[in-house]
């Protein structure tokens, strides 16, 4: 703190030069008022601070004029024979002393100087290049985001041209919803003014815009999720099994129904492990069903997501159907 208004101070125009004429006569007068109370020896004794102030505060040139004008008036009015520049061997065992003193403190705080402002400017630059980099970053999430709504698009445009073909324009309708929810996912966690939002309603978001999405307005989503911090990369990869299992509800749990619920969790369960639950409330799974051999696309993409965290993945039925992803929080 001290250092950042001292180089404040050194910045403004002529406040060195100022500051070392009235430190040094500051000093001066002060020595002529303590001069009847000091044994003889000590003509330098107000002249030190002075100096070392005007080093720090004014500069190492203003330091310098305040110590060659200190050392002149302790010659002429402090130094035997006093009222005179003669330079006997006591004057000069005293000025070598008071020379070499201030040199040493005076090169001490230029060099003190010199670090601080060195710093100080590698820690401008290392601002500006973290400026730089979060800028590119966000440029380039901003980018991706954008090339998966591009790609969504163009799925769009060539399902339409399959309308003959019922089976591959659905599957070209799943991919552009992946797609299209993926970027704005995306779009949403790498958002600056979203860094300080709560996982709880990051997920709700994601789920309401799957529900958008699908235009099952029908179906309500609610999500409750522990006071949990995960790094920006897990939570993509956790949002990618949330889409996943919210989108297999709404495909599978509320056909021919005015009204439907799904509920998410996100729950510590002890130690370092968390728990992503996601329910509905429809008729369930299958009987004999078993992921191993399902040939549902979302069930075996869940599988790989669950891998990247290092996770399981079960399936169950509890008044409807249950995604149960365990995974470790590091």
């Known amino acids: 703190m001290i ?15 100022i500051f070392a004429c009235a ?27 002075a100096v070392m102030l005007t080093a720090f505060l004014g500069g190492t040139r203003e330091g310098i004029v305040c110590a060659i004008l200190s050392t002149l008036a ?6 035997p024979p006093f009222m005179s520049f003669d330079l006997g061997y006591q004057a000069i065992v005293a000025l070598a002393f008071f020379v070499l003193v201030m040199a040493v403190d005076i090169t001490i705080i230029h060099l003190m100087n010199e670090a601080v402002e060195r710093a100080k400017r590698q820690e401008a630059e290392a601002s500006m290049l973290a400026e730089e980099r979060r800028t ?19 799925l769009g ?21 992946r797609l299209e929810t993926l970027s704005r996912v995306h779009r949403r966690l790498y958002d600056p003014d979203t860094k300080t939002q709560k996982l709880s309603q990051s997920l709700g978001a994601i789920c309401q815009d799957l529900i958008d999405a699908s ?3 029908h ?31 709404l495909k599978h749990a509320f056909d021919g129904r005015e009204s439907g619920r799904i509920d998410v969790r996100l729950v510590g369960m002890g130690g370092e492990k968390l728990a992503l639950i996601v329910s509905d409330d429809g008729p ?15 069930h075996r993409i869940m599988a790989g997501f669950a891998r990247t965290l290092r996770g399981d993945i079960a399936y169950e039925n509890d008044k409807g159907s249950v995604t149960r992803l365990v995974f470790p929080r590091a």
């Not at 430190?23 to 003509?43: E, I, K, N, Q």
């Not at 970053?137 to 980018?143: A, G, N, P």
Request: with cysteine; aromatic share 14%; hydrophobic share 50%.
């Open 284 to 298: 369930g799974l299958p009987e004999g069903f078993d992921p191993a051999t399902s040939d549902r696309l979302g």
């Open 74 to 79: 302790a010659w002429y009015w402090f130094i």
């Open 23 to 49: 430190s040094f006569a500051a000093a001066l007068v002060l020595r002529f008022a303590v001069d009847a109370y000091l044994p003889s020896g000590f003509p330098f004794l107000t002249f030190f601070p």
């Open 136 to 154: 590119l970053f966000q440029e380039l999430q901003h980018r991706i985001a954008n090339n998966l709504a591009f790609v969504s698009s163009l």
């Open 219 to 249: 179906v309500t989503c609610n999500v409750v999720a522990d006071d949990i911090v995960l790094p920006v990369e897990r939570v993509m990869t956790l949002s990618l099994v949330l889409i996943e299992a919210v989108s297999n509800s």
């Open 157 to 177: 445009i060539h399902k339409r041209r399959l309308s003959g073909n019922a089976e591959a324009a659905g599957a070209l309708e799943d991919a552009r919803l």
């Open 215 to 217: 235009g099952r307005r």
């Open 3 to 17: 250092f950042d208004y001292a180089s404040r101070l050194r910045g403004r125009p002529f406040f060195g030069w």
